[in-house]
């Protein structure tokens, strides 16, 4: 089964990063910013495997966007591979994400008929998930490497999209 948007809706695919190491061990052991912290070996392999699945349900991808921390950035890495498109990380992703200046930064990369991925970090993920389809912001957990898409029949604004399935790392790999 495929994910496909009709010509009037889009789809918004939000994944949270693959597995990356400790942030406390990664700083004392490096002395670099959580923002370089890479994903693990297993991580790699794992996302490697759910961006198959994704491909399975997408079929097709537009446009595909990413934190710019070096994990969200690997996790894209693995799916643009799979999907032949290019990341974009504009400094825009940087975390913390605020739910309305993100809709509205969307709206207008995100046309009809078209569908894009949006790879980040928790609790942003959670936060805008909770926010665009309940309208309060009442966090809704994303695992790592999970992935959830979104209808958006209208506008991208606070309650007015619609949950088309949300997947734990794991059941994508399985796809």
Same mark, same amino acid.
């Given at each position: 089964m495929k994910t496909i948007p009709d010509a009037q809706e889009r789809l918004l695919v939000l994944v949270r990063h693959a597995q990356a190491g400790d942030p406390e061990r990664f700083r004392r052991e490096t002395g670099?910013?959580?923002?370089?912290? !890479?994903?693990?070996?297993?991580?790699?392999?794992?996302?490697?495997?759910?961006?198959?699945?994704?491909?399975?349900?997408?079929?097709?991808?537009?446009?595909?966007?990413?934190? !710019?921390?070096?994990?969200?950035?690997?996790?894209?890495?693995?799916?643009?591979?799979?999907?032949?498109?290019?990341?974009?990380? !504009?400094?825009?992703?940087? !975390?913390?994400?605020?739910p309305g200046r993100l809709g509205e930064w969307l709206e207008p990369r995100l046309g009809r008929g078209e569908t894009g991925i949006l790879v980040g970090h928790e609790p942003d993920l959670s936060l805008?998930?909770?926010?665009?389809?309940?309208?309060?912001?009442?966090?809704v957990p994303m695992e790592k490497g999970a992935a959830c898409a979104l209808r958006i029949r209208s506008g991208l604004t606070r309650g007015a999209v619609e949950l088309v399935w949300k997947l734990p790392q794991y059941g994508l790999r399985k796809l």
């Open positions: 670099r910013s959580d923002r370089e912290r !890479p994903l693990t070996a297993e991580g790699r392999r794992y996302n490697h495997a759910a961006a198959g699945g994704l491909h399975r349900l997408l079929g097709t991808l537009d446009h595909l966007w990413s934190s !710019p921390y070096t994990r969200a950035r690997q996790t894209a890495d693995g799916i643009a591979e799979i999907f032949g498109r290019p990341v974009e990380a !504009p400094e825009f992703l940087l !975390p913390p994400w605020d805008l998930l909770g926010a665009l389809l309940c309208g309060r912001g009442a966090p």
